[in-house]
């Protein structure tokens, strides 16, 4: 996670696979807050849904 974040320090936002969710929250010691999201290192990090890639920047993050 912290490689995605210092890659692109421009992007707003992360996705994190369904499968490493948890498992992510539980080592930064936050819940997702009311809309699903938790802040982490000045960052939106999202759960992207199952078999996700970690991607950066809005456009990425679309699926279709």
Do not use: H
């Not at 930064?28 to 996700?52: E, H």
């Amino acid at each position: 996670m912290d490689i995605a974040i210092d890659e692109d320090p421009r992007a707003p936002c992360l996705w994190v696979p369904s499968e490493a969710w948890p498992e992510f929250c539980a080592a930064i010691g936050q819940r997702p807050n009311l809309i699903g999201v938790v802040i982490y290192r000045n960052k939106t990090i999202r759960d992207g849904g199952p078999l996700t890639d970690i991607v950066t920047g809005s456009e990425q993050g679309w699926r279709t």
